[in-house]
């Protein structure tokens, strides 16, 4: 069974610092992963996904993601977050079966 | 992107009533539906996966006969909590898909409250 790890549960940054979370996945076959986003108050948006080519995935407002399948991770980064960057980020997983398995999730508090 | 909408947002029950919440695709064909409940501070749980015209698949641990899961159309999916109970409070989130490859969007989720 497919299943999704985020080892960080609320990361505190400055504004200007660089982001990166931690996103880990299991699952034996081919995968579709993805990065979704909940601002507060808000329902959730895709952010940026990988199905297959460029292991660098680019989203948007300047987000992106690397998929390193020897260590079946797909860390979000981003090298200067903003305060309007405070939210919950959300990995997911994809497998076979179509069903998408989400993570635990990662509050993200900006200082201004 | 595309529209998905679900209805109501919020809705407040007493114990042992039913409640169905809604969830259309504005401008699109959804081939799939999702169906997830969402805890307080916590991630979004898989609850079911319905296709149009067919049975939903539910997750382990989801009882079927109490989240009754129906897809009768390509625009609307129709989850109802029935003889909902206060640990049936949560937060209900559908998506849907057109299919396979396709992105997935979101509704604005169903905040439920049993008394």
């Known amino acids: 069974a497919q299943s999704v790890s985020q080892h960080n549960h609320h990361v505190i940054l400055s504004e200007a610092a660089s982001l990166e979370l931690g996103c880990n996945y299991s699952?034996?076959?081919?995968?579709?992963l993805f990065w979704y986003v909940q601002y507060p108050g808000q329902h959730l948006q895709l952010l940026l996904k990988?199905?297959?080519?460029?292991?660098l995935v680019k989203g948007i407002k300047g987000f992106e993601a690397e998929f390193i399948k020897s260590k079946f991770s797909f860390n979000l980064r981003k090298p200067s977050v903003q305060w309007s960057d405070t939210a919950e980020y959300f990995c997911a997983v994809k497998g076979s079966a179509s069903k998408i398995i989400f993570g635990s999730g990662t509050r993200l508090s900006i200082r201004p | 992107g595309a529209v998905v909408s679900q209805h109501p947002s919020r809705v407040i029950c007493k114990s042992g009533t039913s409640v169905k919440i809604e969830c259309r695709s504005l401008d699109f064909q959804a081939t799939t539906m999702f169906w997830y409940r969402q805890f307080p501070k916590q991630s979004l749980m898989l609850m079911a996966t319905s296709n149009e015209g067919s049975k939903a698949t539910y997750e382990q641990g989801v009882e079927k006969d109490k989240f009754l899961i129906n897809h009768a159309s390509l625009t609307l999916s129709t989850l109802t909590v029935t003889s909902a109970h206060p640990e049936d409070s949560s937060f209900y989130i559908c998506?849907?898909?057109?299919?396979?490859?396709?992105?997935?969007?979101f509704g604005e989720g169903s905040r439920l409250t049993v008394l």
């Open positions: 990988y199905f297959s080519g460029d292991p």
């Open positions: 699952y034996g076959g081919t995968v579709n």
């Open positions: 998506s849907a898909t057109q299919g396979a490859g396709a992105e997935l969007f």
